[in-house]
């Protein structure tokens, strides 16, 4: 009799993992999506930072990361830009006037810096002045002329993007300018303060800087992105060449032009992002400001007529629909 073969133990089917419960989302208000709008506008500007092509991957790896920690950097910023909108309150309340100029080395970072500031104000009471090359009419002017109309009125706030102290570093540096000429600004420019700060204009005075790699860097991001090409003029590429010329320049300015009525105040640039919150912190501390009392704003009810009917207008006024 033959004997029967042990059965086989029969196999374990694996265990199928549980499928996770999808977690239904409440849909988003329509606050929720216009609050998200808002903090979209900083999050464009912080991915046109991270913009980078595989051109400059070396680059980027030399590059340093912040130290600002990126969810305390948008908290802060978020934050001084809620207090930048009370001390423009408190400058229109009092009518006060208000004249910043931002300084420094091309690539420091002033451009950033003045977009934050005037990302949430309101253009009518701050604005952004940067002039271009003056004209051979200008030239012929009495130098702080052009200069002149473009200083602010009661309630105003004017961020100069580059100011009368052109004739002090690129003018000079690249000879646009003679040595009697700058000479002459050096002797003419505290006083022309003083009678600004005589008149009741407030003057805050930035200086950007940067090292000399972090420049280089800059600029080589500038060239090989097409959408950053246009912030290289010529004059940029100059300053590169000139690095010493430049440095000698700025120092003699500072040392000739620093008055207790309007002092320099250095901005160390090699991180954007610390550079953005310590200068708008710095500057709110330059204009004591107070909250100024509002009457409550209610929203007026919508006046219905029985007899309007809404005029359907032909298509071809409407933009086209393409996304």
């Not at 790896?61 to 969810?71: A, I, P, Q, T, Y």
């Not at 001390?87 to 300084?103: C, G, I, M, P, S």
């Not at 040595?179 to 005075?205: C, N, T, Y």
């Not at 010329?245 to 032009?257: G, V």
Request: net charge positive.
């Amino acid at each position: 009799m033959t004997a029967k073969k042990p059965a086989k133990p029969a196999e374990k089917q694996p265990v199928k993992a549980a499928k996770p419960k999808k977690v239904e989302q409440a849909p988003k208000t329509w606050v929720d999506n216009e609050f998200e709008d808002g903090l979209d506008e900083e999050l464009e500007l912080e991915l046109d930072d991270r913009r980078i092509s595989r051109e400059l991957s070396l680059i980027e790896n030399l590059k340093h990361e912040s130290e600002v920690d990126r969810k305390v950097y948008f908290r802060e910023l978020f934050r001084l830009q809620t207090e930048l909108i009370k001390l423009q309150d408190w400058v229109q309340h009092k009518k006060l006037k208000v004249v910043v100029l931002f300084e420094g080395r091309d690539a420091a970072g002033k451009g950033g810096v003045i977009k934050r500031i005037t990302q949430r104000l309101n253009p009518r009471a701050c604005r952004v002045v940067a002039l271009p090359a003056p004209s051979e009419r200008e030239k012929s002017q009495w130098y702080f002329q052009r200069y002149v109309p473009h200083l602010p009125a009661a309630g105003e706030i004017v961020l100069f993007d580059r100011s009368w102290y052109n004739r002090a570093g690129v003018e000079r540096v690249m000879g646009f300018a003679s040595k009697d000429q700058v000479e002459e600004f050096f002797h003419d420019v505290p006083e022309f303060e003083r009678m600004l700060a005589r008149s009741g204009i407030i003057l805050i005075k930035y200086w950007f800087s940067i090292t000399d790699q972090e420049q280089q860097l800059r600029f080589l991001m500038r060239i090989h992105d097409p959408m950053k090409q246009w912030k290289l003029s010529p004059m940029d590429l100059q300053s590169r060449v000139r690095w010493e010329q430049y440095t000698k320049a700025k120092e003699e300015m500072l040392e000739r032009t620093n008055i207790p009525e309007a002092p320099w105040y250095i901005v160390e640039g090699n991180d954007k992002k610390r550079a953005r919150l310590n200068c708008i912190s710095h500057l709110l501390t330059m204009v004591p400001y107070q909250d100024v009392p509002h009457d409550p704003i209610t929203l007026p009810d919508r006046v219905f007529n029985p007899d309007y009917e809404r005029k359907v207008l032909p298509d071809h006024l409407y933009v086209p629909s393409k996304f």
